[in-house]
């Protein structure tokens, strides 16, 4: 069964904009962390966020993670082409399980 | 440093025949995942090597086994395939377990299965 939910499942932007993804999640978890996949090719990770922290920044990445929510968001800024991906979140507890994606688009 | 790798990168097979996937995980790390991807789905996790054994296994039948090797590399081996296990095949590895590291994944094997 997954356990991220990302939403939406595709989202389409303009270069420049931003773009803000988000996940839930049912459990308890670790840490929660974000993957980006390029046209059906392995995954890269992205940043991952401990269940004690809130924030966190990587270049134009920030995710928050809300853990009495049980959701986390993903906000691309100022996007570029190249970010154009299906991004996935990831949670753990005995294994990783990841949602079905979000489709991210971003037109030149 | 060399990533993960993976082979073949694409097998076509027909039903009722046996897959077998292979995975070289980063020098250094003792775990090995296994997961299927299906044309626009997420990632369902199948199984999860760490040491030579099998530490945690996704909701698959017993046809989809797999082993880790004493270098750590690992093999998925599907058997009796049907067409619906037509799909990516990714493996990852992380140098512990799940809980607190991040995991490397190949480029991944897609599967036909006609």
């Known amino acids: 069964s997954q356990q991220g939910e990302e939403d939406p499942q595709a989202l389409s932007i303009q270069e420049g904009e931003n773009a803000t993804m988000n996940c839930s999640y049912k459990?308890?978890?670790?840490?929660l962390q974000w993957y980006r996949q390029n046209s059906g090719r392995g995954l890269v990770h992205l940043i991952l966020?401990?269940?004690?922290?809130r924030e966190k920044h990587s270049g134009r990445l920030r995710v928050t993670l809300d853990t009495s929510k049980k959701s986390s968001s993903l906000l691309i800024t100022a996007s570029r082409a190249a970010d154009t991906a299906s991004y996935f979140c990831?949670?753990?507890?005995?294994?990783?399980?990841f949602g079905a994606g979000t489709r991210l688009t971003v037109k030149p | 440093e060399a990533g993960v790798t993976q082979s073949p990168t694409h097998l076509i097979k027909t039903r009722g025949q046996q897959a077998t996937l292979r995975c070289s995980p980063i020098?250094?790390?003792?775990?090995v995942y296994w997961y299927q991807q299906a044309l626009g789905l997420g990632l369902q996790f199948l199984l999860w090597?760490?040491?030579?054994?099998?530490?945690n296994r996704g909701n698959f039948p017993p046809r989809f086994s797999g082993r880790q090797f004493p270098n750590y590399s690992s093999e998925l081996n599907v058997n009796a395939l049907e067409l619906e296990d037509s799909a990516l095949y990714l493996c990852?590895?992380?140098?512990?377990?799940?809980?607190?590291?991040?995991?490397?994944f190949g480029p991944g094997t897609r599967l036909t299965v006609l």
């Open positions: 990852a590895s992380s140098y512990k377990g799940f809980r607190t590291d991040t995991q490397y």
């Open positions: 459990t308890s978890i670790n840490n």
């Open positions: 966020i401990r269940s004690n922290e």
């Open positions: 990831a949670t753990d507890r005995n294994d990783m399980r």
């Open positions: 020098s250094g790390h003792t775990s």
């Open positions: 090597y760490d040491e030579g054994e099998e530490r």
